[in-house]
T-cell receptor, first 116, second 115 residues
Framework: AQKITQTQPGMFVQEKEAVTLDCTYD???????LFWYKQPSSGEMIFLIY??????QNATEGRYSLNFQKARKSANLVISASQLGDSAMYFC?????????????FGGGTRLMVKP | DAMVIQNPRYQVTQFGKPVTLSCSQT?????MYWYQQKSSQAPKLLFH???????NEADTPDNFQSRRPNTSFCFLDIRSPGLGDAAMYLC??????????????FGPGTRLTVT
């Protein structure tokens, strides 16, 4: 079974509008972390936001927020006020703390395209 | 600035000719990772070093080897590249799990072409 599922291979959003990128996960480990990374066409993976499984509040970093619904095992990324520079691949990833080494499992990614 | 550096950014090699990709870091992180990423796919972990301990993923081909001579440097050796090994290779670092600094820091990647 997939540990991280991103069901939207591609999405369009109008500049200045908000967009939600979906991510669901599967783990039996009570302690885990969820990450979102942005990958522009240049290839570098850029860390955006993190949510720990025990965090009570949803994480926020500037225009990025993570809608964490633990019972549903979802960790959707919300980007407010989209900008043209937000066009990129977005990957959701999970770390399970039962594994040493801080390893990540990535979802298949969502390509976001921001329209002017 | 502290960072993860990968050289070269673009590498062209011939079918069957050994190639080495390098990664260095100034973050003093004790864990280093190598990922392979093919076009429009998620990064796939090949192996990682936890300090000097080498950890190979079960499905990583024997054709891929790695060396970590010290904390700062890690190398990916492809002994006999095939056409299917053409991909972006990403190096990443992190502190060990349990620390507050939890994310993986990625280098810019090396795009490998096999002719």
């Amino acid at each position: 079974a997939q540990k991280i599922t991103q069901t939207q291979p591609g999405m369009f959003v109008q500049e200045k509008e908000a967009v939600t990128l979906d991510c669901t996960y599967d783990t039996s480990d009570p302690s885990y972390g969820l990450f979102w990374y942005k990958q522009p066409s240049s290839g570098e993976m850029i860390f955006l936001i993190y949510q720990g499984s025990y965090d009570q509040q949803n994480a926020t970093e500037g225009r990025y927020s993570l809608n964490f619904q633990k019972a549903r095992k979802s960790a959707n990324l919300v980007i407010s006020a989209s900008q043209l520079g937000d066009s990129a691949m977005y990957f959701c990833a999970m770390r399970e703390d039962k594994h040493a080494g801080n390893m990540l499992t990535f979802g298949g990614g969502t390509r976001l395209m921001v329209k002017p | 600035d502290a960072m993860v550096i990968q050289n070269p950014r673009y590498q062209v090699t011939q079918f069957g000719k050994p190639v080495t990709l390098s990664c260095s870091q100034t973050l003093n992180h004790n864990v280093m990772y190598w990922y392979q990423q093919k076009s429009s796919q998620a990064p796939k972990l090949l192996f990682h070093y936890y300090d000097k301990d080498f950890n190979n993923e079960a499905d990583t081909p024997d054709n891929f080897q790695s060396r970590r001579p010290n904390t700062s440097f890690c190398f990916l050796d492809i002994r006999s590249p095939g056409l299917g090994d053409a991909a972006m290779y990403l190096c990443a670092t992190s502190r060990a799990s349990g620390a507050n600094d939890y994310e993986q820091y990625f280098g810019p990647g090396t795009r490998l072409t096999v002719t």
